[in-house]
């Protein structure tokens, strides 16, 4: 079979080959059909701790709030007037309304829609309009906070299941933050299981022909070091023009900050903003920013035509991740790539570990890839 054969026949690409493009748009945010439980699918890994994106900058207004659900809680997220946002969780102290409906700013503090008590940041109810005294425990942090902070355009929050304080931070991207490249163009997805599933797919080398049709399998280059992981990809990718040779370098820090640069067909930045929602949903972010000299040139078409082969790339893998069960004992050979070093890695961001290891079974007829 040829290459644009190959590319032109995966399996996931025909599947989605049923989808006008409005239709698949929908589908990258639809709920699942037929959907089996977490416990069906043998998902049960707990969600890893770090800093993750719970919105874009631009999207959230001095003054605006804004209800969300992630890490399997509700939350209210507002932006004060001195521009900084702060988060809590939803649910008031008092009688137990969520305050990211029809909660508003009084200054920099968020006030509550059903008795207007207010909080601030330190999740301390600093008013309540119609009492004499504040209740001394009320005075105290009686509402879980989050650490927040704002950095490459997107607002970030730390998450950890016992409540313990960041260990790390935020990476600046100077991309983010330079004039000379683009606004981000933005597409996002619900993905039905678990972010370690889809952190996996990184070091997953095999399913690069399979999956997104390549020209060839992928030549991994990846190292961990510490909290961090890199990597650099050369894969031919299949154009109508022919075979392009490209790199794709990527690299991570904890658990939620993911980011990847693409070269050999136009310069771009793709900084992945990938949340647990709950143990088995996760929301997903790309923002894309290029070179404004490549967007203006005569290379333009083919800087929108990479960005939306990347995005149809996350549709393939999609395909398989809604409905993937978790292996723990994952039956491997020589040319899957380094996935039992990922899992040994991400392990340390769980603060509650799953059951056995989670270590991969190797076939003991093929050669263990040590990369």
Same mark, same amino acid.
């Given at each position: 079979?040829?290459?644009?054969?190959?590319?032109?026949?995966?399996?996931?690409?025909?599947?989605?080959?049923?989808?006008?493009?409005? =239709?698949?748009?929908?589908?990258?945010?639809?709920?699942?059909?037929?959907?089996? $439980?977490?416990?069906?699918?043998?998902? *049960?890994?707990?969600?890893?701790?770090?800093?993750?994106?719970?919105?874009?900058?631009?999207?959230?207004?001095?003054?605006?709030?804004?209800?969300? !659900?992630?890490? *399997?809680?509700?939350?209210?997220?507002?932006?004060?007037? *001195?521009?900084?946002?702060?988060?809590?969780?939803?649910?008031? !102290?008092?009688?137990?309304?969520?305050?990211?409906?029809?909660?508003?700013?009084?200054?920099?503090?968020?006030?509550?829609?059903?008795?207007?008590?207010?909080?601030?940041?330190?999740?301390?109810?600093?008013?309540?309009?119609?009492?004499?005294?504040?209740?001394?425990?009320?005075?105290?942090?009686?509402?879980?906070?989050?650490?927040?902070?704002?950095?490459?355009?997107?607002? @970030?929050?730390?998450?950890?299941? =016992?409540?313990?304080? $960041?260990?790390?931070?935020?990476?600046?991207?100077?991309?983010?933050?330079?004039?000379?490249?683009?606004?981000?163009?933005?597409?996002?997805?619900?993905?039905?299981?678990?972010?370690?599933?889809?952190?996996?797919?990184?070091?997953?080398?095999?399913?690069?022909?399979?999956?997104?049709?390549?020209?060839?399998?992928?030549?991994?280059?990846?190292?961990?070091?510490?909290?961090?992981?890199?990597?650099?990809?050369?894969?031919?990718?299949?154009?109508?023009?022919?075979?392009?040779?490209?790199?794709?370098?990527?690299?991570?820090?904890?658990?939620?900050?993911?980011?990847?640069? #693409?070269?050999?067909?136009?310069?771009?930045?793709?900084?992945?903003?990938?949340?647990?929602?709950?143990?088995?949903?996760?929301?997903?972010? #790309?923002? #894309?920013?290029?070179?404004?000299?490549?967007?203006?040139?005569?290379?333009?078409?083919?800087?929108?035509?990479?960005?939306?082969?990347?995005?149809?790339?996350?549709?393939?893998?999609?395909?398989? @991740?809604?409905?993937?069960?978790?292996? $723990?004992?994952?039956?491997?050979?020589?040319?899957?790539?380094?996935?039992?070093?990922?899992?040994?890695?991400?392990?340390?961001?769980?603060?509650?570990?799953?059951?056995?290891?989670?270590?991969?079974?190797?076939?003991?007829?093929?050669?263990?890839?040590?990369?």
């Amino acid at each position: 079979m040829s290459n644009e054969e190959i590319a032109s026949n995966t399996a996931a690409r025909q599947y989605l080959a049923r989808f006008t493009p409005e =239709q698949l748009v929908a589908w990258r945010t639809a709920p699942l059909d037929r959907p089996l $439980p977490a416990a069906a699918r043998g998902i *049960d890994l707990p969600m890893p701790f770090g800093w993750f994106v719970i919105g874009y900058s631009d999207e959230l207004k001095v003054g605006e709030v804004k209800p969300l !659900r992630y890490f *399997d809680r509700e939350l209210a997220l507002w932006r004060g007037e *001195d521009g900084v946002p702060r988060l809590l969780d939803a649910y008031c !102290r008092h009688l137990g309304a969520h305050m990211g409906y029809a909660g508003r700013v009084k200054g920099n503090d968020l006030e509550c829609p059903f008795h207007a008590w207010q909080y601030n940041g330190a999740g301390e109810v600093t008013k309540i309009p119609y009492a004499k005294v504040i209740p001394p425990q009320a005075r105290r942090n009686c509402v879980q906070t989050w650490p927040v902070v704002e950095r490459n355009r997107f607002i @970030w929050a730390w998450y950890h299941p =016992q409540g313990a304080a $960041p260990t790390f931070e935020v990476e600046g991207l100077p991309e983010a933050s330079s004039p000379d490249w683009s606004d981000y163009e933005k597409h996002e997805w619900l993905v039905y299981g678990p972010l370690q599933n889809m952190a996996e797919n990184g070091v997953d080398a095999a399913h690069f022909r399979y999956i997104h049709g390549t020209a060839s399998n992928a030549d991994y280059d990846v190292k961990f070091e510490g909290i961090r992981r890199v990597a650099s990809v050369d894969a031919k990718m299949t154009t109508p023009r022919g075979d392009v040779d490209g790199t794709i370098s990527y690299g991570t820090v904890g658990a939620g900050q993911a980011w990847t640069r #693409f070269t050999g067909i136009c310069e771009t930045l793709m900084v992945a903003g990938i949340t647990p929602v709950a143990p088995d949903i996760t929301h997903v972010r #790309f923002a #894309f920013t290029q070179l404004k000299s490549t967007l203006d040139g005569p290379t333009a078409g083919v800087a929108r035509a990479m960005v939306k082969d990347i995005c149809r790339q996350l549709d393939q893998d999609k395909v398989v @991740w809604d409905r993937q069960k978790y292996r $723990p004992d994952a039956l491997l050979c020589d040319g899957d790539g380094p996935i039992a070093a990922f899992r040994q890695y991400y392990r340390q961001f769980y603060a509650e570990l799953p059951q056995g290891d989670g270590t991969p079974v190797v076939n003991r007829n093929f050669a263990r890839r040590a990369t």
